[in-house]
């Protein structure tokens, strides 16, 4: 069990140095570096600064020494909390990301929990019931969710809902609340807007599980171990639940651990369907923009955070897959 | 030659099992793809797209690029497939009247106007597979005015046919799904075969990678790497930096298919005896094995396709990815991105169909592939 914790550990800080080094190639992509850049921002306001100004800045942020170097610095800084300034809004870009990350996350901790706790039941359901209404039903449903790009879904849902309800239904907060300071009505309010971005966002991922564990149940179901529990009388429910289920779990399991990442892609293309105010409209703004340093703190604050979702979900999967303790794989 | 006759001699029913014992694994395949009912309409529509994408200047019915301010956001246009004399399709012609509120010129349709449609009709000027110059088209107008067009679909703010423009983009949106599928194909088998061949230490870096690659959020991964491409570049080549930023990412899932499919190929007999034989490496992977993964690779395509699709049209729809002139169906769809735009104009989100549609389809397919691809089992 700590073999496996150890080696997921490892991986999560493999990947984050990974994501770093792909954040840093995103920085340095467009052409110019970030003082060309400031130049032009100068000069579109009308003012300038000198040559040599230029190169003491160069100098400064090591933009005259070698690429790996320059990526150390980099990183030194990022580690140091210092992820520059953004170009667009002149602040620092911690600030202007301020609560969007963490609005990310939750919108996709959302999704991911609706994920784990429809896909499971009404996999089951399915299995044991298999041909009823309800299973073709959900069968249905869950081709349309794999069918339908969630931004697509988002843009239907916001079309439907001002067409004949007449209201928006976009957004994360009611108007009187999306500039208020935090408190225990404004976290209210967001807990009211939660639910139908989180449920656009699940869709094609529960869509997906809810197969996976239909299968594989389906599978266990037929074996005879299940048939010798039920001759000696032990009620279904106990049947069911006790053993196919379990084994069943394992492959659902592994898949789930791939679906955080996923969500947390998916909600950035969402959030700016339904206009929530998550880093998704922002990482899009400084992307046309240019603005490197504000889209690439994103990308790797993104990525990290992701990688620390990952490694919750895992480390929450071990606690219901026993096999996963034992055998440490 | 008496042993064949003897056998065909023999009841009808043993004749049809030794066919199907001779039958050859692809032939086999397609007889268990052919019970799947749903995958098989699933491929007859796969295949119905592709023909469109390729004749689809020929199908469309205007100049998807041609704008005109005066049709602007016209709503669906049914067809009238008799007049008073018959069978003779038309259309109605637009009559300009003035709104006396917002002094606005709002162009109609004016049913005392009809427009004949005729067949393999003279339209636009096009070349037909980017080869030969031609004009004609599936069906067209017989002498409309400029502003008379066919909508069946209606047409968007700067008045192109949404019919026309979804017929074009098919070819962008399907064949940089192909395009990408072919790249991630390769990659996925060039490091899925190392990997389920060589094993070891090469096994498990590779297999790292993927983990490692599936376990960052790939659309702002994406967008970062999209939004860097020079503004100067041509439709062409952002085409192909896309495809391969789609590829690059999508690998995975079809390397490990192809090693899962190497390591249990690996202890099969025939693979044993083949190289007790003494037959190269080269040799069994080509000779042996590939035919008795090739059905599993395809399903694992036809599986992966729907999603390089949508990896174009988010992208697209963020306008990261291809930019008009060029015409996809994430393009498309960006013109409805605003639910303001949409409550005038609710027909342009029709671009979705045809995405909903292929993605399901390509799903359907490949469940039936993957089923059919172990005709044993």
Redesign the interface.
């Known amino acids: 069990m700590l073999m496996y914790i150890g080696r997921r550990l490892v991986?999560a800080v493999?990947?984050c140095l990974?994501?770093s080094v792909?954040?840093f190639i995103?920085i340095r992509?467009?052409?110019g570096d970030f003082v060309d850049a400031y130049i032009a921002n100068l000069a579109s306001t009308g003012s300038s600064i000198t040559a040599e100004q230029a190169e003491s800045m160069r100098h400064e942020y090591g933009l005259d020494r070698p690429v790996v170097i320059q990526y150390a610095l980099w990183l030194g800084r990022i580690v140091e909390g210092d992820f520059g300034v953004s170009m667009m809004w002149r602040r620092p870009v911690t600030e202007v990301i301020g609560d969007r990350l963490w609005l990310t996350m939750v919108v996709s901790f959302a999704a991911l929990f609706l994920t784990w706790t429809l896909a499971l039941p009404i996999g089951i359901y399915s299995a044991v019931r298999q041909y009823s209404f309800g299973d073709y039903f959900f069968t249905m449903l869950g081709?349309?969710g794999?069918?339908?790009?969630n931004?697509?879904l988002a843009?239907?849902l916001?079309?439907l809902g001002?067409?004949y309800l007449g209201l928006?239904v976009?957004g994360l907060f009611s108007a009187d609340y999306a500039q208020a300071p935090w408190s225990l009505a404004k976290v209210w309010d967001l807990t009211k807007h939660l639910p139908l971005p989180a449920c656009v966002l699940a869709l094609a991922g529960t869509a997906h599980q809810i197969r996976i564990m239909r299968a594989n149940l389906l599978d266990e179901l037929r074996k005879p171990y299940v048939i010798t529990a039920r001759a000696k009388g032990i009620p279904e429910r106990r049947v069911i639940l006790k053993y196919p289920v379990r084994a069943a779990l394992n492959p659902f399991a592994s898949s789930i651990a791939?679906i955080f990442?996923?969500l947390?892609?998916?909600s950035?293309?969402v959030s700016?369907?339904l206009g929530l105010p998550t880093v998704g409209p922002l990482?899009?703004q400084a992307?046309?923009a240019?603005d490197m340093f504000l889209?690439?703190t994103?990308?790797l604050l993104?990525?990290v955070m992701?990688?620390v979702g990952?490694l919750i979900s895992d480390l929450l999967l071990m606690w219901i897959e026993p096999r996963l303790r034992i055998t440490g794989r | 030659m008496s042993a064949t006759t003897a056998s065909s001699a023999s009841s009808g029913a043993s004749l049809a099992d030794d066919k199907l014992a001779q039958a050859g694994q692809l032939r086999l395949t397609w007889l268990r793809f052919k019970r799947h009912k749903l995958a098989l309409i699933s491929l007859f529509i796969v295949a119905l797209f592709y023909l469109l994408a390729i004749f689809a200047d020929f199908v469309a019915i205007s100049d998807p690029h041609h704008t005109d301010a005066r049709r602007s956001y016209m709503p669906p246009q049914g067809i009238h497939l008799f007049d008073e004399n018959g069978f003779a399709p038309h259309v109605y012609g637009l009559k300009g009247s003035r709104d006396m509120k917002t002094f606005k010129m709002v162009y109609v349709p004016d049913p005392s106007k009809k427009i004949y449609i005729a067949f393999f009709a003279p339209g636009y000027d096009y070349n037909l597979f980017g080869l030969i110059p031609t004009n004609r088209h599936l069906f067209a107008l017989i002498n409309p005015t400029p502003v008379d067009g066919i909508f069946l679909l209606g047409t968007d703010q700067l008045g192109r046919d949404l019919f026309s423009r979804l017929a074009v983009a098919t070819r962008i949106s399907l064949s940089i799904g192909l395009a990408s599928v072919g790249l991630s194909l390769i990659l996925g088998i060039l490091l899925g075969g190392i990997s389920g061949l060589y094993g070891g230490i090469i096994d498990t870096v590779i297999q790292?990678l993927i983990?490692?690659i599936?376990?960052?959020?790939?659309?702002?991964?994406w967008?970062?790497?999209a939004?860097?491409l020079?503004n100067t570049w041509s439709v062409l080549q952002v085409y192909f930096a896309i495809t391969l930023i789609i590829s690059l990412i999508g690998w995975t899932e079809l390397a490990r298919v192809v090693r899962g499919r190497f390591l249990a190929l690996r202890e099969e007999d025939f693979v044993i005896a083949a190289e007790l034989v003494g037959a190269g490496q080269f040799r069994i992977m080509l000779r042996h094995m590939l035919p008795s993964f090739t059905s599993h690779v395809i399903a694992a395509v036809s599986l992966a396709l729907?999603a390089m699709i949508?990896s174009e049209?988010?992208l697209s729809?963020?306008?990261?990815g291809l930019r008009p002139p060029a015409i996809s169906w994430g393009i498309l769809?960006q013109d409805?991105?605003n639910?303001q735009v949409?409550?005038g104009a609710?027909w342009l989100?029709l671009a979705?169909v045809p995405?909903?549609l292929v993605?399901?389809a390509f799903?359907?397919l490949g469940d039936g592939l993957r089923d059919a691809a172990d005709p044993y089992g």
């Open positions: 991986l493999f990947t990974a994501i792909l954040t995103i992509l467009p052409p081709f349309l794999l069918a339908v790009p931004f697509l843009l239907i916001m079309y001002f067409r928006s976009g791939y990442p996923y947390v892609s998916g950035i293309i700016l369907v990482l899009l992307l046309v240019q889209a690439g994103i990308v993104l990525g992701t990688v990952t | 790292r983990e490692l599936r376990s960052i959020p790939t659309i702002p991964l967008m970062g790497i939004a860097a020079p729907p949508i049209t988010s729809f963020l306008g990261l769809l409805a991105q639910v949409l409550a609710p989100l979705a995405v909903v993605i399901l799903n359907f």
